[in-house]
């Protein structure tokens, strides 16, 4: 078994360095991994169960002595990493909350200690050094997937894994910028040429009080005919965007509402508009959300022949 074992690394190598040198950038090809039919069970422990890796948010399963995988990811950038492929083998018991196994990606041994929620830390000496990552039970982590091609229901592409011993995420706050990004006019006529005055954001924290930034100019021109141009630029950062912190996946702000006024007529035209989905769109994805990853909405806010519409920007950045 051992003689085998080493064999099949070695070869697991040498493939995978000779494939990331000839193969095209964008090519993939299947990872030198064992399906679960090709490999002997051995004796079921007390963690058997489907844990979420912390590292790339992929499930696998361990059960009688190995692990498999259920949702797919890439490896090594070329190596497709497919359902029911061994990961881990001769994963065993060797005291009261310790387990080791033979980590197939990383080619080397993986020591888990078990800890009280039932997650598994592991520390695996692999072929390029020493290197962690934790197997969250699913009962404590947001389930991926179902282990349809392409990960996440809806065909969400499949994450990239920089290696299953890889650094786990940092619980450090998550930082986002929100911001008016734009604006433009809209309609098929027109009781005005443009729109010009102040906006503004409030928002609601997580210890539910009020937020508001400060006023930011806008001058909006639009023709009678054709495309409908901005004059003006917003930024994201300074007085008229929001700073957001939150716990890592938790994006407990709410009542999100753009207001201001547009100059013109006696005291100009208040508006405010609360519906808009920026927020629920990055609270869907959860843990999924990385850094540099946006979403918008475009509200109307004033119009009946004429439409002043804005949209609103939500980027995490750090």
Request: with cysteine.
């Amino acid at each position: 078994m051992q003689n085998t074992l080493k064999t099949l690394l070695m070869a697991t190598a040498l493939a995978t360095s000779t494939a990331m040198i000839s193969a095209p950038a964008q090519a993939q090809i299947p990872a030198f991994l064992p399906a679960v039919e090709e490999v002997a069970p051995g004796a079921a422990t007390d963690v058997d169960g489907t844990y979420v890796v912390s590292t790339i948010n992929k499930r696998i399963t361990i059960e009688n002595g190995r692990a498999y995988v259920i949702d797919p990811w890439t490896h090594a950038f070329i190596l497709k990493v497919e359902p029911r492929m061994v990961t881990l083998q001769n994963f065993r018991q060797t005291g009261p909350d310790t387990y080791e196994a033979d980590d197939l990606p990383m080619m080397g041994k993986v020591v888990f200690h078990r800890q009280p929620n039932g997650t598994l830390q592991g520390v695996v000496q692999g072929a390029l050094g020493t290197a962690k990552y934790a197997l969250v039970p699913t009962d404590y982590a947001t389930a991926p997937g179902d282990g349809t091609p392409g990960g996440a229901p809806g065909g969400d592409p499949i994450t990239e894994d920089p290696g299953l011993g890889a650094p786990p995420p940092s619980n450090d706050p998550w930082v986002y910028r929100l911001h008016v990004s734009g604006g433009e006019c809209s309609g098929s006529k027109f009781g005005r040429l443009k729109y010009n005055g102040q906006v503004r954001m409030t928002i609601m924290d997580r210890e539910n009080d009020k937020r508001e930034t400060k006023n930011r100019n806008f001058r909006v021109e639009c023709t009678r005919n054709g495309d409908r141009t901005q004059s003006y630029r917003f930024y994201d950062n300074g007085p008229g965007a929001f700073t957001l912190i939150t716990p890592p996946g938790e994006l407990a702000f709410s009542d999100l509402r753009i207001a201001g006024r547009a100059n013109g007529g006696i005291g100009g035209l208040y508006f405010g508009n609360d519906k808009n989905d920026v927020l629920s769109k990055a609270r869907d994805r959860g843990r999924g959300v990385r850094v540099g990853d946006r979403f918008t909405d475009k509200v109307t806010v004033l119009g009946d022949k004429a439409k002043l519409n804005f949209t609103v920007t939500l980027e995490r950045v750090k």
